[in-house]
């Protein structure tokens, strides 16, 4: 008989590691115990050689499924002691809190039979969960992942749950949050004025009643509030656009199972097993033509938001609903998702006629994750439910704990400490004070988990950047703390290469929205020779004046203008019959051509997500947008690949000039024509400066990229080039992905 220590490192906590390891040792025949500490998971193998190399290729193989085992250490032992059996050992602390945070899982299969079965305790019990699925992140307050320290901590389990509990054969053995109606949290729906209407398995017959009539819903989910309503009711659907005064960005929606998701829309083999992932993101994908789902989900968009009920309260209720409903996350625009009921009650009154509510606390907000798929690929859009906290295995060891702070929209934050890089879910856009006090509020989460103190931080360069201003405080409060400042479009890049583990030279082209430049303009259309360290921008869109600042942002007809201005005279402009200058009256126009003559609060800017703007305002697609990215995803909808001409451009002085696309653009006034020659120019660009730079591995990020027909298009040729070419898969190509490049400039 020999020994052995095997020392694992990853999620491996909270996901019925032990539980599993015990039944593997009996079934190897293998004697010595399993143990967690705040690193992970420790094993003594007292056995045969030949069974711990079986008990070990096994674990390796097929782990428990929510497990990921970053790192598997087996060292000999020698003079250790006889075993007798098999056992499972208490948890032990040492002084490194390191262990990794599981995301919160979707319920699984079993759970789902089990609030099925009617001779099951757990019957109708709308916070069912096991090992292997329910809230972790959401309901944890600090390592270990025990009972004790998460919202599950003041509910005292009843004898049967308990029984599970302590039974290593048991799916819910050493199940932290599980519960049941006797002994656990349970639902209560609340009238808009706080009267109790009904309890547990009632309420959501209830609710379900309520949806079919019409009325919005605030449910409790996982990491949040959503609202609800039932999609297929045009009235309530559109009195939900007015309450809440989003009149045009689009719902998600969720849906009962795969099969009600393909009455609706068509979706890909890849779609389905992504949506039906243990993850259960929202996916976008293609709607049919003529259902009966509101035109108020998507106005003018040919693709929605899906996803499949995850929680096992989202089950409960579609079995008394006959429909999809829209599920959007409870807030106030610019603030983060609500996860108490007092704050619907308090801000979302106006909104909602009901709550549905259970007082399991949600600890840790999370939003959704969202989805697309492009050529066969998941590209992540929004990084959260399921997938996030991220956590990357480094291969080597970081000197100094680093603390990245992202961008100011769409905020994540990166921490990197040891052989750990951990990525946050998505915070969102730093727009309000109670946006920025959940941003403070999760770098004090992370920094409380990992006991982590950051002696390096990384933010961008904008200096009203909420996150810019956090890190400089955080560097008064502690001058010992390192400060480095990194581009945001360079961060862009850095996000693609940290993804793709590259450390070497490439050509980076990272078109956005916004971001500031080294220069103090607003960058956006910017070409890199980038390594790890260092980056030179040789090329870029030339630059454009944006007319009124922010303000030309919500009005892409502004940009277009101005584009005008640069490439023709004021008379010239007055007599032209295009949509966007049919969008001014006549002393708009003069008054804009001043301010643009004199440089009155027109910011310079080399932003192609501006472009897009401009180019949805002369197809007289939209003149004012109302969300941010709004005018790509139109000019996504009237692309047609049968147009194969582009937009002729020059490059002069290491500036990419545009002055001719305008001057031929007004001359084409179809709106397909023009956004599907638009899009062939975006991608001649990229293609002409790969080209330049051959020898260069091609690197492409930032918001431009999510456009899916873009990003196609540049897979298909760059494939059948067979370029080196690298772009953002599982790290948002938008700004969620920011804090990741600027933790790996410093890694
Ligand atoms: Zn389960
Ligand atoms: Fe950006």
């Known amino acids: 008989m020999k020994s052995f220590l095997i020392q694992i490192t990853g999620i491996v906590q909270g996901v019925g590691f032990r539980p599993f390891v015990y039944n593997l040792a009996i079934k190897h025949n293998i004697k010595g115990w399993v143990n967690n500490d705040d690193r992970g998971v420790n094993i003594l193998l007292y056995c045969l050689e030949s069974d711990a190399i079986n008990f070990i290729k096994e674990l390796e193989l097929n782990p428990p499924k929510l497990a ?85 901590a003041s509910f005292e389990m009843c004898e049967d749950c308990k029984k599970e509990y302590r039974n290593p054969t048991n799916r819910r053995y050493h199940a932290q949050p599980i519960s049941c109606e006797k002994c656990g949290p349970n639902l209560t729906l609340y009238s808009s004025n706080r009267d109790i209407i009904k309890y547990n398995n009632e309420a959501i017959k209830e609710v379900a009643a309520l949806i079919k009539k019409g009325f919005i819903i605030a449910i409790k989910g996982m990491g949040g509030f959503h609202l609800i309503c039932d999609a297929l009711n045009e009235k309530s659907v559109n009195k939900l656009r007015v309450n809440k005064n989003r009149p045009t960005k689009p719902y998600a929606v969720m849906f009962k199972d795969l ?179 959940y941003f403070e509020r999760t770098i004090n989460t992370f920094k ?22 956090f890190a400089f405080k955080l560097k008064n409060i502690n001058p010992k703390i390192e400060l480095v400042q990194v581009q945001h479009h360079y961060a862009h890049i850095l996000s693609v290469m940290a993804e793709h583990k ?88 003069k008054m804009f051509h001043t301010m643009w003559q004199k440089a009155l609060n027109t910011p310079l800017t080399s932003s192609v997500g501006r472009l897009f703007d401009a180019i949805a305002s002369f197809a007289d697609i939209l003149q004012t947008q109302s969300y941010e990215g709004e005018t790509g995803l139109q000019i996504e909808q009237y692309y047609d690949a049968s147009i194969k001409e582009n937009y002729s451009y020059e490059i002069s002085h290491n500036q990419i000039d545009l002055s001719l696309m305008i001057k031929e653009i007004i001359l084409d006034n179809d709106k397909k024509l023009i956004c599907s020659k638009f899009l062939n120019t975006i991608v001649k660009i990229i293609e002409d400066l790969s080209n330049t730079y051959k020898n260069l591995p091609l690197v492409i990020s930032g918001g431009v990229f999510q456009n899916r027909i873009l990003l196609e298009i540049l897979i298909d040729k760059f494939e059948k080039q067979g370029r080196e070419f690298y772009f953002n898969i599982d790290i948002p190509a938008n700004d969620g992905g920011l804090s990741i490049g600027q933790i790996y400039h410093k890694i």
């Open 448 to 469: 409380n988990f990992y006991d982590f103190e950051p002696q390096i931080i990384v933010c961008d360069k904008h200096p009203n950047y909420e996150s810019t201003k």
């Open 259 to 437: 099969k009600s998701i393909k009455e609706y829309t068509n979706i890909t083999l890849k779609e389905e097993e992504i949506l039906s992932s243990k993850e259960k993101p929202i996916v976008l994908v293609n709607k049919k033509g003529n259902t009966a789902l509101s035109s108020k989900i998507a106005p003018n968009v040919n693709h929605i938001g899906c996803f499949i009920s995850y929680t096992p309260l989202h089950h409960l209720l579609f079995k008394y609903l006959d429909g999809p409903i829209i599920a959007t996350s409870a807030n106030l625009k610019d603030e983060p998702i609500i996860k108490d009921k007092d704050e619907v009650f308090a801000k979302l009154e106006h909104i909602v006629d009901f709550i549905l509510d259970f007082n399991r606390d949600i600890v840790n907000a999370c939003d959704d994750s969202v989805i697309q798929v492009v050529r066969n690929r998941n590209i992540k859009l929004r990084n959260a439910r399921g997938y996030a906290p991220t956590s990357i295995k480094l291969e080597n060891k970081v000197e100094k704990n680093i603390l990245a702070m992202g961008a100011n929209q769409k905020s994540t934050i990166s921490l990197a400490f040891e052989n750990n890089l951990i990525l946050s879910p998505h915070i969102g856009d730093l727009n309000s004070i109670e946006s920025v006090e």
């Open 502 to 589: 590259l450390d070497k030279e490439v050509l980076g082209i990272a078109f956005d929205g916004t971001g500031y430049g080294d220069d103090g303009n607003i960058w956006g259309g910017e070409v890199f020779i980038a390594n790890k360290s260092t980056y030179k921008r040789v090329n870029h869109i030339k630059y454009f004046k944006l007319l009124g600042g922010e303000m030309a942002v919500k009005e892409p007809k502004r940009v277009a203008l101005s584009l005008l201005f640069d490439n023709f005279t004021l008379d010239e402009i007055l007599l032209m019959d295009n949509s966007c200058v049919k969008a001014f009256k006549i002393n708009e126009i």
């Open 68 to 152: 990921i085992i970053h790192k598997l250490k087996i060292e000999e032992i020698t003079n250790q002691k006889e075993y007798k059996s098999f056992e499972i050992v208490e948890s032990l602390n040492s002084n490194n809190k390191s262990t990794i945070i599981s995301p919160d899982m979707s319920i699984c299969d079993d759970c789902i039979n089990d609030i099925n079965d009617l001779d099951n305790f757990r019957y109708s019990y709308s916070l069912t969960n096991c090992i292997n699925c329910g809230p972790r992140y959401s309901i944890i307050n600090t390592v270990p992942y025990d009972r004790v320290n998460t919202s599950m």
